[in-house]
């Protein structure tokens, strides 16, 4: 049986990303409250605030923020699970033909800011560890820049944008994973494993109910989170098992549980995981910061990595595919639009303060500073983007 439904992504696209909106909101919120006397040590104090229990001897008693962090964020990284499968089982990433330009211009994206971090922040020891900051992008933070430009902007960008977004995510998934694991407990690690396996058998078995699935999965997220990888890897490892039913050039399958999942999970993760997160993270207090902060290594870096590394990275990335002829321009996208979805793609907000985070564990003015960067680089880029790509609307 089959129902006339849009696909969360296609959805998401279609509107005017409201997610989008709300996560600028919530980021200057967090800034506003972060900043004002009254209310600065009740944001301090409410985030850090101890509600228990210990999961984790590594991390001590649960906070709110590690809430937020390590068990909310999960269940977004569970959603970019189910994006990149559906994307690549049944979507724009399905065919080889379609996969080249998306994957070459994530490579291109994600390589030359980490380079322009490392280049801006030298020999300085420790700072090296933050190279991968500037590495991703927000796709709600820029869909949103993008959709307050309506239909100027054409569709096939708009996908282009998503594409690249959603394979960016995919490197960025794998940073987590790999680079920033300091320590491996071997017993937890195996239990995550059995866990693992479980979700194969009941794939193989076509097991079509979602239940066992989020049961198993939350399971896999304490021992994950239990191991020294970070607890958020277990959402896409298990939206990784998830069963699809495909439906190429059809609505979803109401009997799939993956688009099931998918369509209850989106308005939860836009409109209230990923805002609590910008809340959570993005409040700066600039009151022991003078504009010299600017100057910082870290600060430097992420910022530029995101508006120069980002723009050069992506643009040069599909321009040298197309050009080599390894892949096609989009049809009825210019060059001058390209570069302005370029410039959008150093929106790296969400997941490089989450990346920043792991950075720089305990170390609360590198943090700090590296919040700095990231609305700094972010900021450039969402202004400059727009405004690209106003004007090549304006001259189409």
Do not use: C
């Amino acid at each position: 049986m089959r129902k006339g439904r849009i696909s969360a992504l296609r959805a998401f696209l279609a509107g005017e990303a409201a997610g989008g909106f709300v996560l600028i909101a919530a980021a200057a919120l967090a800034m506003l409250v972060a900043n004002l006397p009254a209310t600065a040590d009740w944001y301090a104090h409410v985030l850090h605030a101890e509600t228990g229990p210990v999961l984790s001897a590594t991390l001590g008693p649960m906070t709110i923020h590690l809430w937020i962090n390590d068990a909310l964020m999960a269940l977004f990284f569970l959603l970019v699970g189910l994006e990149i499968k559906r994307e690549f089982v049944d979507g724009q990433l399905a065919r080889a033909d379609q996969r080249r330009l998306p994957f070459i211009a994530a490579a291109t994206g994600m390589a030359v800011p980490a380079l322009v971090y490392l280049l801006v922040v030298g020999d300085h020891s420790g700072l090296q560890r933050g190279w991968a900051i500037p590495a991703a992008t927000d796709i709600a933070f820029a869909i949103g820049v993008m959709a307050m430009l309506g239909k100027r902007v054409p569709a096939a960008l708009k996908l282009l944008l998503t594409t690249v977004a959603i394979v960016d995510d995919m490197g960025a998934v794998a940073i987590i994973a790999l680079a920033y694991t300091d320590e491996i407990r071997v017993i937890a690690l195996a239990g995550a494993g059995v866990a693992l396996a479980l979700l194969y058998v009941m794939n193989r078995r076509k097991v079509m109910a979602l239940w066992p699935y989020l049961v198993t999965g939350a399971v896999l997220w304490l021992f994950v989170l239990q191991s020294g990888v970070h607890a958020t890897i277990a959402g896409v490892a298990t939206a990784a098992f998830i069963p699809i039913v495909p439906t190429p050039g059809a609505p979803d399958a109401v009997d799939s549980p993956l688009h099931r999942l998918e369509h209850a999970l989106a308005p939860w993760v836009a409109f209230v995981i990923v805002p609590l997160f910008a809340f959570a993270n993005a409040g700066v207090a600039l009151g022991g910061f003078g504009l010299s902060v600017l100057a910082e290594p870290v600060v430097l870096g992420v910022a530029l990595g995101l508006f120069v590394g980002k723009q050069l990275g992506v643009f040069g990335g599909i321009w040298g595919a197309v050009r080599l002829g390894i892949a096609t321009r989009p049809g009825g996208v210019s060059w001058a639009q390209i570069y302005g979805m370029a410039l959008l793609a150093g929106i790296g907000f969400t997941m490089s303060l989450f990346v920043g985070g792991l950075a720089f564990p305990g170390d609360a003015m590198l943090v700090e500073e590296v919040k700095m960067g990231v609305l700094a680089g972010s900021l450039l880029s969402a202004v400059g983007g727009f405004a690209v790509l106003a004007l090549a609307a304006r001259r189409a």
